[in-house]
C-alpha cells in the first residue's frame, strides 16, 4: 500500500470540499438557478475513503449557526485525516471552514490548515463580495496579499452548499455541463461538471436514487485522465454527497457516506 499512500490526501480534500467544485454561473440545460433550502445547521457527514477493503482515513463536514460582522452565517467545518496503517505511513490532519451568508450563499471567510506528509498550509482568507476581492492572510509565511476574484465568487468549501441550493435538477438530461469557478491557491480557477445520469445505488443506508456528475479536471499527477472522477448525490431534497470514486494511476479510490445527522429533509431510501 506503500505507493498508493500519497494520493490518499488527494481523495480526502476531494471528499471534504465535494470534489472542490464550485460557484456555478449558468443553468444547467433546462434547470433553473433558485434558492432553496436544501441545509441547516446541525447537519454533520462522515465519509469513509478505502482502497479496496483498506479504509485509509476518514472526512468528516458540518454546520453551526455563527455571525460574522454582524451578518447571519452558515459556519461549515470540513476535517479529514488518514487513519491506521495509513496514518502510520502517510499522517494527513486537514481542516478547512468557511462563513456563508445565509441569504445570499455567498463566503465571507475562508480556512485552510493542512499538514500533509509534512507539507503544510496555513491560510485565511477574506472575500470582500462587493469590491470583488479576495484578502489572504498567510500565516505560515506571515504574508498578505489581496487579488481580484470573479463576481460572486465561492470557495473550495461554500461551493458545495451552493450548489446545494441553487441548482434545480428537474430538467437534467445527460450531457448537460455545469460551469464553475472557485477561489483556490490565490487563483480563479475555472472547472467544468457534466451530468451522467440518474442512478439507484447500494449504500449501508440501502438503496438510494442519485444523481451522477463527473468534474472534467486537467490530467496531471494525481489523475490519469481528466474524466477520471465521478460524484453520486442523493436524488432528493438534501442532495448530500454519497459516494466518490477516484480512478487513479495506480487503481481506484472511493469514498462513501458513512454517517449522518441533523438533515434537514427526510433521506429518501428506495424499498424493494
Do not use: C
Request: glycine residues 8%.
Amino acid at each position: 500500500m506503500k505507493s498508493h499512500n500519497k494520493y490518499i490526501p488527494a481523495l480526502l480534500i476531494v471528499i471534504v470540499l465535494l470534489v472542490s467544485t464550485a460557484f456555478m454561473q449558468a443553468p444547467v440545460g433546462n434547470g433553473v438557478m433558485k434558492h432553496k433550502d436544501t441545509y441547516q445547521a446541525g447537519e454533520w457527514l462522515k465519509f469513509r475513503v478505502h482502497y479496496g477493503l483498506l479504509t485509509g482515513g476518514y472526512a468528516t463536514i458540518d454546520i453551526k449557526d455563527a455571525t460574522y460582522k454582524g451578518k447571519p452565517v452558515h459556519h461549515i467545518k470540513g476535517f479529514g485525516e488518514t487513519t491506521g496503517i495509513v496514518g502510520l505511513a502517510f499522517g494527513v490532519e486537514d481542516y478547512y471552514e468557511s462563513w456563508v451568508d445565509k441569504k445570499t450563499d455567498l463566503p465571507y471567510k475562508f480556512l485552510r490548515k493542512i499538514d500533509e506528509g509534512g507539507h503544510t498550509k496555513n491560510k485565511v482568507i477574506e472575500f470582500d463580495q462587493v469590491a470583488h476581492k479576495a484578502h489572504i492572510n498567510d500565516l505560515k509565511r506571515n504574508k498578505k496579499t489581496t487579488i481580484d476574484t470573479e463576481p460572486g465568487i465561492q470557495d473550495m468549501v461554500s461551493a458545495m452548499y451552493y450548489l446545494r441550493n441553487n441548482l434545480t435538477t428537474d430538467g437534467l438530461k445527460a450531457g448537460d455541463e455545469v460551469n464553475l469557478t472557485m477561489f483556490f491557491d490565490g487563483e480563479n480557477y475555472p472547472f467544468k461538471m457534466r451530468f451522467l445520469e440518474r442512478e439507484t445505488i447500494r449504500t449501508k443506508f440501502g438503496k438510494v436514487k442519485t444523481l451522477v456528475f463527473r468534474p472534467l479536471v486537467q490530467s496531471g499527477r494525481v489523475f490519469q485522465e481528466k474524466e477520471s472522477l465521478t460524484i453520486w448525490v442523493s436524488d432528493d431534497d438534501n442532495k448530500i454527497p454519497l459516494r466518490i470514486k477516484a480512478e487513479l494511476s495506480v487503481g481506484s479510490l472511493k469514498a462513501d457516506l458513512d454517517a449522518y445527522k441533523g438533515l434537514k429533509h427526510p433521506f429518501e431510501i428506495v424499498f424493494d
